[in-house]
Structures are given as structure tokens and as C-alpha cells.
């Protein structure tokens, strides 16, 4: 293990590469670019063994993977955005077909209007899809999540392909110190590919084809054990990874608890502003105001046990969301408020298209919550009459 | 020359049993094209009869290992899967299998993409010119004026030449074919089996359905399509293109079967305007125009 200062990006391409990928389709779109540039040019320098295929299209990238995936192969694909969107079918086609599939998104507004900045909005709209969804907060967590990913994707309690999601520049551009594995580290950890499905004329199999009614339900039913189950994967591999990969980390539980034992208060958030979040808990604690944090860092599967354990018995809960479901509010306050029915809890969707959220906004956003001055929900800043459209006209 | 059949054909790979109508050109094509493939390949079908023609899943008609995939996803999905056995070193084919629509239009940029960067498949395009599966809707490969559900006055665009945009992609291989005549396909299939790169063949497959003519009729529409002159028989290799023996007649317009015998036997055309059959014959003119230029070098792609 070696240390060295890079960027999320970089963390990213490293942790793919470690992880022996075989197959990598590319297709760029910030700010994931970066990405598949690095993994494009280690393939060209002969220190990447595996088969980069440029595609024309984010649709055609996650089919490329697929179909190489479907062939016995370890795969990988990056988007964020639009490009995300465009390849929303294949996401489900993936994911219905139970196969191990790694991505990564870079998370990034969706237009219109034309915005490239960080908001978590893409990431959530797969949300329902199938897939294991994990975020990370620094640069060290992208790369230890998607060394994670491969094997909690290809563990046979699980079999869902995995997305890891990072905050678009923010993480994304931004260069910290990262503990780098070495490559017999990552391989002690991660085993040869397995996968219950491979295209082979040795052993002809469908993948895909039509099913009756009862039969897809089952698969449905399927998929919705396999996502429960992960969460006892995902611990133990984390754990794994903790002890024979990088011991910077803690990943013995999918979501993250600071200072939330004896909190009356507590803050709820997923990305890298939760570090931002720590600082103004321990702002507000030497102020003599009890308060916590609870950090998500997988939105699926969702550990509703942990948050009920950690959460039901606080006086309040603050979640920031940095995406929005529109007239319904931030998609992790919907999900609190859904796992814990009777608790105080408000929810602020805020820093939408890159707006920049700092330890001070969050620390007045969290004193103003605190004092009481909140409804359930509420975006900021809110400054919705700047935004009014033109007089409507009548079309002859 | 003998394509061995009588010993393929104890190797089925469309099992009895099909969900297919009765008379259907795409088993005849997938019967016929297995037999000249062999063994060592995948199929990866496009959203289309033949997603149904296989059968309830888990059971498959289709002895071949199939990934079934959404529309505009087959060739971008063969392109992984062509670098993936390239890694496992395995000599697989992947094929994919699909409509005109998967083809012409949801399909086109994925395929355009996977030509442009010469992927490793072959692709076969079972064009029976319109949407069969959902009902009949005109396709970017249905011909002018035939009447489909979509287009119940006929169709007012010419058909997508699919083929010449291929050739313009400078692939290894471009051919068509026809169920009409399965000698003629089975070896096209042969050599496009055997080439590295990109391959690309489109079977006429005449649809007793959406085509309306009777359900033993379809090798006899296939063939017709042909002598007539409304489908060539043509390859292009490395540059060269060639036309097969049943299409010669055609670069001569005196010696083309007209183009009422092709008409007549299907209820597309049924009571369509004099006009509209000048409109399709005119079509069919500049197409042959076309393949003879680039046939005697005149035009070079
Ligand atoms: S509609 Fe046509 S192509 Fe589809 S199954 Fe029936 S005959 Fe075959």
C-alpha cells in the first residue's frame, strides 16, 4: 500500500484497474470523463490487461458491458447525467438479468436547463432499477467502494450489479491523499470472477427471454431477496477489505454514525458535504447542542434496521438531500420519513446544480432547524420568484 | 458444391415447437442460417418476433445460447461480447438477430457504431419490412406505398437502402439475401462466418401477415421479390461488389419480370393507384442504377 495525492477520478481508475477488469466500455461525459481517459491510456502503456471498446453512445455502453459481462467477463462502464439517463433501459436490463455489472457515476445535474455541476439527482432516479447503489464522500472511499463492488456484485447471495456514486468536481476533480493497494492486496481480496449466467455453446442458455407471469414475479421477488441479503454481504466484505486491503477505512456497516449516541439531534446526509457536516456537529457540540450525524452511504439496499436503531429515538432529524423528487421533496427525506414514521424530521433540498453548500450554510440551515423556524420540507436558497416564465400566450 | 446438409442437418438448432405463425420467413431464415454457422456461436436477439418465436422462458426453441436484448442494444451488446471471448480466447461468433425496425431505426446508431469500429460479429437483419410483432406499423424499411397498419393509405417514403449505407461503413462484408433462396443464403453465411471484422447480411423475409398472402407462399414471395428485381442479390467484399447469379438479370431492365407479378400475390399493394406502382418501379430503377455503378466500378464508396 502506498500513499499518494489524486484526484476521486484517478482514485476511481485505479481501483478498476486493481480490480483485473477484462472489458471497459467508454463513452465520455463530465465529469466522469477523466475516468476513462486514465483507464484508456493505462491500456495503452500495456499496464492495463483488458479490452477497452470506445462506443457511441451511453446506451451502447452499458449494453457493450453487458453483453461481455453475459460472456464471462469482468466489466466496466462510468457515466453521470444525461448520460446516465439515456442508458436507464440497459440499467434495468442489467439488473434484471442478475448479472455482476461495476459502474461508476460522477454525479452532475440533469438538464433542462444546461447545468454540468454536482446534484445527486441522476443517481437517485435509479433509485427502483435493481441495482446496489453506494455514494462515497472522499476520494479513498470511491476507490475502496468500487474494489467492494466487483465482490459484493459477484457474491452469489447477491448477484445485482453495483453503482458507486461520487460528487461530481467536487470529488470527482479534487485531489486528496489516497491510500493506493498494491495489486496482491486486492487480489487476496478479490477472487475470480463467478457469475450464475454465461453465454458459452458448451452450455446454451437464454438470458432474457419471455416469461409467464408467475415466473417473472418470482424473478422480481428474486431480486428484492437478493437486495436484503446484500446488506449482511456488504458488511462482511467490508470488513474483508478493512483487514486484508486498506485499514483506513471502516466499512463493518453500510451507513456511517458520528457522535450520534447520546445526540438528541441529528443530521442526515450522503456525499462529500457530510464531511462539511461533521465539522459543524462538533461546531454546535462546543456550543452545548447535542447533535450527530448520520452519513447514508448506501441508498440501496437500505438499512432500515441501522436507521432505526441509530435514529428513533432522536428529538429531530435535519436530512439534507441534494436531489429532489418534484412536488414530494429530497428523495433520502422521503426514505427517512418512510422508516421512521414518528419521529421530528425535516428535510432541505439545497445545493441543486452545483449551488455551493459550505460548514457555514449547512451550520445556519442546522441552527435554524434547531431553533424551530422550519417546516417539514423546504429548498434553499429559495428564491423561486426570480425564476417566473414568460406571460402565457395563446397559440393561433 | 455441396454444403454438407444432409450431415448439419442432424444437428438441429431450432427445436420443434416454435411460438412462430404458421409460414413464418424468420424460422426459415434462423433454420437455414444455423445450418451454415455451426456451432461456435451466440445469438443475441433484438426486440422482435423472434423474441417470441423462442418460446416461454425458462425452455428456449433456439438451440444456441441467446442473450435477449432491448431494441437499440444488439450490437453494441455483440461488441462486448466479441472482446469478452477475445479475452477468454475463445473462438465464438456472436450474431445478432434483428428486425428492420431494431435495424433501420431504434438500432441504427448502435449499429453504425459497431461498423465504424469493424466489432468482430455478424449482424443479420431479417427485414420483413415493417414492425410484424406489435401489429404491423411501418418501418424506416418499408417500401413505398405498401399499406401497413400505421400507414393505411401507403406509405409515402421509399424504403431505408440499407445495404449501400452498410457498404459505405468500408466493412469487411455486406450481403442480402432472401428465404426464397437458401442455398444462396446459407453460403453467405458461410463466408461471413469465416471473416474477422464486421459482417452484415439482410434477409428479405416475406411476412405472410403483414404482407398478407397465404402462409405457403412465403419461399415462393421470397423468390418472386427477386426475380422481379425488387430485392437484389448482392455482396460486397473488400471493396468489390458483386451480384449473385439469380439478380444478373436485373442490370438490364428488359429482362426484369414485372413488377405486378411481386404485387399481385400480397394485399399490401391491394387497390393502390397506378400512381404509386410507377412511384415503386421508379424506385427500383435508381437502386439497380446504383448497384450497376458501383458494380462497374463507375462509383466508388
Ligand atoms: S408476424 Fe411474421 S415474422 Fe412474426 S412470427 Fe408471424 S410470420 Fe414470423
Given amino acids: 500500500m502506498i500513499s499518494k495525492v489524486i484526484s476521486g477520478n484517478e482514485a476511481v481508475a485505479l481501483g478498476v484497474k486493481l480490480s483485473r477488469v477484462k472489458v471497459i466500455a467508454i463513452y465520455p461525459i463530465t465529469p466522469q470523463t ?22 457511441e453512445s451511453e446506451h451502447s455502453a452499458m449494453a457493450a458491458v453487458y453483453g461481455a459481462a453475459s460472456a464471462g467477463v469482468r466489466v466496466y462502464t462510468a457515466t453521470a447525467s444525461q448520460g446516465l439517463l439515456y442508458m436507464h433501459e440497459m440499467i434495468w436490463w442489467v439488473a434484471g438479468s442478475r448479472i455482476p455489472i461495476v459502474m461508476t457515476v460522477g454525479t452532475r445535474a440533469v438538464g433542462a436547463p444546461w447545468n454540468i455541476w454536482n446534484e445527486h439527482t441522476d443517481f437517485m432516479s435509479e433509485r427502483d432499477s435493481g441495482w446496489i447503489m453506494a455514494f462515497a464522500s472522499t476520494p479513498q472511499e470511491a476507490l475502496d467502494l468500487t ?18 456514486g461520487m460528487d461530481g468536481f467536487i470529488l470527482s476533480h479534487t485531489k486528496t491523499r489516497v491510500y493506493i493497494p498494491s495489486q496482491e492486496e486486492v487480489d487476496s481480496f478479490l477472487p475470480p470472477r463467478k457469475q450464475p449466467y454465461v453465454l458459452d455453446p458448451e452450455d446454451p442458455v437464454d438470458i432474457g427471454n419471455m416469461f409467464q407471469p408467475i415466473d417473472y414475479m418470482k424473478f422480481r421477488h428474486s431480486m428484492h431477496l437478493a437486495m436484503l441479503n446484500s446488506k449482511e454481504v456488504i458488511k462482511e466484505i467490508g470488513k474483508e477489505y478493512e ?19 447520546d445526540a438528541e439531534y441529528a443530521l442526515v446526509s450522503m456525499g462529500a458535504w457530510s464531511l462539511d457536516a461533521m465539522q459543524v456537529v462538533d461546531e454546535l457540540r462546543n456550543m452545548g447542542v447535542k447533535i450527530g450525524l448520520y452519513r447514508i452511504r448506501y441508498v440501496r439496499p437500505w438499512d432500515e434496521e441501522d436507521i432505526k436503531r441509530k435514529l428513533g429515538d432522536k428529538d429531530g432529524i435535519l436530512v439534507l438531500d441534494r436531489s429532489v423528487s418534484f412536488g414530494r421533496g429530497g428523495h433520502l427525506y422521503l426514505e427517512l420519513k418512510a422508516t421512521l414514521p414518528d419521529v421530528n424530521i425535516k428535510g432541505v433540498v439545497t445545493g441543486l446544480g452545483g449551488v455551493a453548500i459550505n460548514k457555514d450554510a449547512i451550520s445556519s440551515l442546522t441552527k435554524k432547524f434547531i431553533e424551530g423556524k422550519t417546516d417539514g420540507e423546504w429548498f434553499y436558497p429559495s428564491e423561486v420568484e426570480k425564476v417566473e416564465l414568460r406571460n402565457p400566450r395563446y397559440i393561433k | 458444391m455441396s454444403l454438407g446438409i444432409r450431415d448439419i442437418l442432424n444437428k438441429p438448432r431450432l427445436l420443434p415447437g416454435t411460438s412462430a405463425c404458421p409460414g413464418c420467413p424468420e424460422n426459415i431464415a434462423l433454420k437455414s442460417i444455423s445450418m451454415a454457422l455451426g456451432e461456435n456461436a451466440v445469438f443475441i436477439v433484438v426486440a422482435g418476433c423472434s423474441s417470441i418465436i423462442q418460446g416461454m422462458g425458462p425452455k428456449s426453441t433456439y438451440n444456441y445460447p441467446v442473450l435477449n436484448i432491448a431494441f437499440a442494444a444488439g450490437p453494441a451488446a455483440a461488441a462486448g461480447m466479441a472482446k469478452a471471448f477475445k479475452m477468454r480466447n475463445k473462438n465464438i461468433k456472436p450474431v445478432v438477430w434483428a428486425g428492420d425496425g431494431g435495424t433501420a431505426d431504434i438500432g441504427f446508431a448502435s449499429l453504425s457504431g459497431a461498423a465504424e469500429r469493424n466489432d468482430n460479429i455478424l449482424y443479420i437483419c431479417v427485414d420483413n419490412e415493417a414492425y410484424m410483432n406489435t401489429g404491423g406499423h411501418r418501418s424506416g424499411s418499408t417500401p413505398f406505398g405498401a399499406k401497413t397498419a400505421s400507414t393505411p393509405g401507403g406509405k409515402r417514403e421509399n424504403k431505408k437502402d440499407l445495404p449501400l449505407i452498410m457498404m459505405a461503413h468500408h466493412i469487411p462484408y455486406v450481403a442480402t439475401a432472401s428465404v426464397g433462396y437458401l442455398h444462396d443464403l446459407m453460403e453467405k453465411v458461410k463466408k461471413a462466418r469465416n471473416i474477422e471484422g464486421f459482417t452484415y447480411i439482410q434477409v428479405l423475409t416475406p411476412d405472410p401477415y403483414g404482407w398478407m398472402f397465404d402462409p405457403s407462399k412465403t419461399a415462393e414471395v421470397g423468390k418472386l421479390a427477386v426475380q422481379t428485381c425488387y430485392w437484389p442479390l448482392i455482396e460486397y467484399e473488400n471493396g468489390k461488389l458483386t451480384i449473385s447469379q439469380e439478380s444478373m438479370h436485373c442490370l438490364d431492365r428488359r429482362t426484369r419480370k414485372p413488377i405486378e407479378e411481386f404485387l399481385k400475390i400480397q394485399g399490401r399493394y391491394k387497390g393502390v393507384s397506378p400512381e404509386i406502382i410507377k412511384g415503386l418501379e421508379e424506385y427500383i430503377d435508381k437502386m439497380w442504377e446504383r448497384i450497376k455503378s458501383i458494380y462497374e466500378g463507375k462509383v466508388i464508396l
Fill in chain 1, 243 to 261: 483487514k486484508k486491503v486498506v485499514p483506513v477505512g471502516s466499512y463493518s456497516s453500510l451507513n456511517e454514525s458520528y457522535k450520534l449516541d
Fill in chain 1, 147 to 164: 474494489i467492494q463492488a466487483f465482490k459484493i456484485s459477484e457474491d452469489e447471495r447477491v448477484f445485482l450489479p453495483m453503482m458507486v
Fill in chain 1, 34 to 55: 477523466y475516468i476513462i481517459e486514465e483507464l484508456a491510456a493505462m491500456r495503452d502503456k500495456g499496464e492495463l490487461d483488458a479490452e477497452v471498446i470506445r462506443v
